[in-house]
């Protein structure tokens, strides 16, 4: 620890430490998914959580993706407090069923009677050359479905304060993991705890433009932000941080002040949730606007293995320098 | 407690003191209000006054009301979208399901699920699943529940032969069996999976030979005789309690009517309708207690006077009954504490 109460830890230790803050301060977490037992997580997120709680509360499971998200919603349902870890949003789709058609609707269609108090934890998107199956950013798709609440860490501090939040919360909560940060290295207050889940952040104000984005993208988005100081553009970095519900108050008032928006999104651009922020933005702050609304999006392809192909397919810091100079110009 | 599929079900001496005329009487009871209530429905639908979709279970009473037997009230049920009489025989106030059916806010699931859709968590009935096995995974999930915290609680998980061929059933039974988990299984075989006929869908028809093979006891059951129904449905209630691990029950069973109401049942012959109606659970048992002397035909017309009169007087409630706000639809998508 330094002398300011800081430590030195990465997004993948700070997601643990919340899963280990939850599990010894409530009786009814426990995690379950494949490989987060003896393998340690297929992402080493669980790393040595099985020799500390044992087999019944780190509950690995056979490749059955549907069962054991559906058994998550079913112990959620019976009192438990499940986190279910799946091992990224590509697979997630084997469970889709049980997350739209259960964990979404059972609360309405039961008149109020079943909510479920699930957390679902996966990995998203791309930047690791693991092709068209490993690599998509789906939590666009997520964020459509009224009845589950969906939210993106982007940072150390939200690695590690999201999860508790989001067991306190009586409906499902999907937490999504940028693949790229888990290795993601800084300093986080030693006495760091649960954060709010619904608002968004402004993580770097400028006065120039809006640079709207969320997850794996943020890094880059503030690293455009840099250099556009260079050439005299003051970029605003807002994190959206809860995908469903959005926090459109920080949006609008972010766009009032710059006139320009510049959505950043490793989703495809088309039905995206890009699309729903820009439709938002034009719905409730057109007059506020001096240019079109912008968006920097992955490319309408299936991720492809190579690294140039790959990085040509994902936002990256120029492309959102060559948007951001566009709307300012 | 492990058995190979297909072996017989075990005798247990302790069910043969409950099975006697009162008892009967009860049995049959449930499996008219159930053919009635379902009676009553297709007639309101055909009318127009309920609307969506309706799956009768007319023809299968006997399996709800000889499962239902061996459960507790403390037990946990999930369903199906074929489920009136799963809700009914459980408990569940006819006044609420009448209502839901007509989709009004005394409903149990306050008219927003419809007749799919039949919720009552103070019974511990969890739906009214309209997912072919989608109830599978949240009946493992309660079971694990119960397991790791020591209740003692059977979780009875019903579905049709249809979800045999689904992915979520065989995840779900090698969960089951992995984990060693205090569910029921009940397959309601009626030999279609909405149109399409058993040998049509599946390579190995014999499903409890299926179930077999995932290491749970597993046994095939008359599903039309109600008292074959309760005996092996307290056999495996029982033994699943005792830490038996999951058991599975193939209740071989028939669907008199068609699938839903807008099935013009194209894929069966009338004759095959006919040869299964010779098997009716309801005068299957009417005729052994009749033998048995255990009921007049007084009583029969007693009982059913009594229902129609129930039946009757749930629908004048639900008719009557506020229908929930406009203002409301939002409600409940997300639970009042968190929005």
Redesign the interface.
Known sequence: MSDDGQVKTTYREALRAAIREALQRDDRVFLMGEDVGRYGGCFAVSLGLLEEFGPERIRDTPMSESAFVGAGIGAAMAGMRPIVEIMTVNFSLLALDQIMNNAATLLHMSGGQCNVPLVIRMTTGAGRQVAAQHSHSLEGWYAHIPGIRVLAPATLEDARGMLWTALQDPDPVLIFEHGSLYNMQGMLAADAGPVDIRSAKVRREGGDVSLITYGGTLGKTLSAAEQLKAEGIDAEVIDLRSLRPLDDATIMASVARTHRAVIVDEGWRAGSLSAEVSARITEQAFYELDAPVARVCSAEAPMPYPRHLEEAALPQPDSIMAAARQVVS | MSRAAGEAVPEVTTVAAQLDGGHHKELLRQMLLIRRFEEKCAELYSAAEIRGFVHLYIGEEAVAVGVNQALTPDD?I?STYREHGHALVRGIPLDSVMAEMYGRTT???????GSM?L???SRRF????A?VG?G???????????R??GEERVTACFFGDGAVAE??FH??M??AA?WDLPVLFCCENNLYAMGTALERAQAQTDLALRAGTYGMAAWPVDGMDVIAVEHAARNAAEAVRAGGGPHFLELRTYRFRAHSMYDPELYRDKAEVEQWRHRDPIEMLVRRMRDAGELSDDELAATEEKLASQIEASLAVARAAPAEPVEDL??????P??S
């Open positions: 946990s999930v409903g149990c699931s306050r008219g927003r699920g859709h919720f009552d968590v969890y739906g009214g699943n997912i989608g599978l995974p949240l009946a493992i999930g309660f079971a694990l529940a119960d790791m915290r992915g979520e995840e779900c090698n969960l992995l939002t409600k409940f998508v997300y639970s504490e968190s």
